[in-house]
């Protein structure tokens, strides 16, 4: 079974700043592929941003990036300009074949 | 844009009391995932269905729990003799098409309380 790592429970960024979450993963396979979720209060998962990983270079989204180091089975979230509505659960998962394996999450709160 | 639905929003019941949770996932999907979040935990899968059959299902996907596509667009998980520890948020998902397909797109979720 995949292990997510998130060694941080919780995160607290200054609007417009920049903050960082970290996520480990463990897997014997090559092909897979990463995701970051956002769980606001409502619950919802939503997508953040996803990463293939036969693919060195680093996926973006608007005010959202990662870096990928497979070797380091590393994959952390860089959020930018950072919004009151960044604030939220942030959930990083592996996918191979049927099913996705969560991390515990890390809570951002964001200081205005 | 397409969306995961899911019906109802919440749901209270009794212990012992069977409960069926409604998911209408993407159109063009054919990848369906059943998921559920204990209050302050991580999310977990329960179950992956593909070509109406079960893909592969968690160990906490026991004999209790069942899930059924019954027409073209709905995907449910019925839960037949509810427990306390049943209580929980539940995720339904849907992947597949086009360039996108390994992406697995989340309803908002059915919060079950088990009383």
């Known amino acids: 079974a995949q292990t997510v790592t998130q060694s941080q429970p919780e995160m607290s960024v200054q609007e417009a700043e920049t903050v960082t979450l970290s996520c480990t993963y463990d897997t014997s396979e090559s092909d897979y592929y990463l995701f970051w979720y956002k769980q606001p209060p409502s619950r919802q998962m939503i997508l953040v941003i996803r990463?293939?990983?036969?693919?060195?270079q680093n996926a973006t989204e608007n005010r959202f990036s990662v870096n990928f180091q497979k070797a380091a089975k590393s994959f952390s979230l860089k959020i930018s300009d950072s919004q009151l509505g960044d604030a939220a659960m942030y959930f990083c998962?592996?996918?191979?074949?049927?099913?996705?394996?969560f991390g515990a999450g890390t809570t951002v709160t964001v200081r205005a | 844009e397409p969306e995961v639905t899911q019906t109802p929003s919440h749901q209270v019941t009794q212990m012992g009391q069977e409960v069926i949770l409604r998911c209408v996932p993407i159109s063009n999907h054919l990848y369906f995932y059943w998921y559920r979040q204990i209050l302050g935990q991580k999310v977990e899968f329960l179950v992956s269905f593909y070509n109406n059959e079960i893909s592969e299902k968690s160990e906490i996907f026991d004999d209790q729990f069942s899930v059924e596509r019954p027409d073209g667009s709905n995907f449910t998980l019925k839960i037949r003799s509810t427990k306390l520890e049943d209580s929980a948020m539940y995720f339904c998902?849907?992947?597949?098409?086009?360039?996108?397909?390994?992406?697995?797109?989340f309803g908002p979720g059915t919060r079950l309380l088990v009383l």
């Open positions: 998962a592996y996918a191979n074949d049927y099913k996705l394996s």
């Open positions: 998902a849907s992947r597949g098409g086009g360039q996108d397909q390994e992406t697995q797109y």
């Open positions: 990463q293939e990983a036969y693919k060195q």
